[in-house]
């Protein structure tokens, strides 16, 4: 069900009990109180005030499938979750919030340090910090304890902790365990996206592209080309169009003039018939003698799980298991002539 969906149903639910959407405070504090405090901190705006006011709230249950029991909207909400409860429970109407939340109420309160990352271990059922997986529908954000400790403060003690806040030992203190703690998250979450790509930058690609060298590797998720990649592609004679494909990582063979893509998947982006195709065309441009592809996974398993439901592998194509290593897999059909496209076998050290 959409969360837009979830999201209306609760607020039914509700009015048939005769009860507000949303109470006039959430652990004691009221909308007026979350204005007056981000006021003082510069930062002004229905959106953000209400967005805060959503975090807050440890009466609704999450809205994540598969959160930890008895878990709340305040253990973790996804940008999609916040804007639901603003525009949906919060001012009554159909929909959620049209804008970007990132950059409108979140990025804001990040700034302050008033919301951390924070990430739903689905495998664990649990919430841990930051976004130790880039761009995942498990990304989510909570207030920080200290300013919710500012929010519900009594006067006599509101000025001195949000002085204490505004200090720049502690900003620095904040951002500093935030990104130990985003460290630790990453070690949970493994095996990551990144790890699979780091594995075959390290273990695949020595030990089956013999004279390879490694011109683009996309560790993160919508990562640009750097500037020492752009050189290192133009030294090959690559020079990628934008709506050319932007694989895992990109290697070349000086010697035989080819390139090789590899595509690490932990969710989705097999080598396709399609990428296979947008490559070939990059691979004519670019005046190369050819192009071999490999599709990498964590685990048997995880092939498994994907193949079952996709079947999207090409022929003339290769399957590499980070955990049975010593070996890779060419693909092939029926009356397909085992080549890898634009060079024959009997030409590689493959």
């Not at 609760?10 to 006039?24: D, E, G, I, K, N």
């Not at 006021?39 to 959503?54: N, P, S, W, Y």
């Not at 804001?108 to 919301?115: I, K, N, S, Y």
């Not at 919430?127 to 929010?151: M, Q, T, W």
Request: with cysteine; aromatic share 6%.
């Amino acid at each position: 069900m959409a969360i837009e969906d979830t999201v209306r149903q609760l607020r039914s639910a509700r009015r048939a009990l005769r009860r507000p959407p949303t109470p006039h405070a959430l652990q004691g504090v009221t909308k007026e109180r979350i204005r007056d405090v981000l006021a003082e901190l510069g930062c002004t705006g229905d959106d953000i005030v209400d967005a805060t006011f959503a975090l807050l709230d440890d009466e609704t249950p999450s809205l994540f499938s598969r959160a930890p029991a008895g878990s709340k909207f305040c253990d973790g909400a996804s940008t999609a979750h916040i804007g639901a409860h603003v525009g949906i429970l919060q001012r009554g109407r159909q929909n959620k919030l049209d804008r970007e939340g990132r950059d409108y109420w979140i990025k804001p309160l990040r700034e302050l340090g008033a919301v951390n990352p924070v990430y739903l271990d689905s495998v664990n059922r649990s919430f841990i910090p930051g976004h130790p997986k880039p761009k995942s529908p498990n990304s989510a954000y909570a207030l920080d304890r200290e300013f919710v400790a500012i929010l519900r403060a009594a006067q006599e003690e509101h000025d001195r902790l949000l002085t204490e806040w505004a200090q720049g030992d502690k900003i620095r203190e904040r951002a500093r365990l935030q990104g130990l703690a985003q460290e630790r998250s990453v070690a949970i979450v493994q095996p990551s996206h990144r790890a699979l790509i780091i594995a075959c930058a390290e273990t695949y690609a020595p030990t089956f592209l013999p004279g390879y060298s490694m011109l683009f590797a996309d560790y993160e998720d919508g990562q640009r080309v750097s500037e020492q990649e752009r050189s290192q592609l133009a030294r090959a004679g690559i020079v990628l169009a934008l709506d050319d494909p932007m694989p895992d990582l990109i290697l070349w063979n000086p010697d035989t003039d080819t390139i090789w893509i590899i595509e690490a998947v932990t969710t989705d982006g097999e080598v396709s018939e399609h990428r296979v195709s947008q490559t070939l065309e990059l691979v004519r441009r670019s005046n190369k003698a050819g192009a071999g592809f490999t599709t990498a996974y964590h685990s048997w398993r995880d092939a498994a799980r994907r193949q079952a439901q996709h079947r999207n592998i090409p022929p003339a194509t290769y399957i590499w298991i980070r955990d049975d290593p010593a070996k890779h897999f060419l693909v092939s059909e029926i009356g397909a002539q085992l080549t890898i496209r634009g060079l024959t076998r009997s030409q590689r050290d493959v």
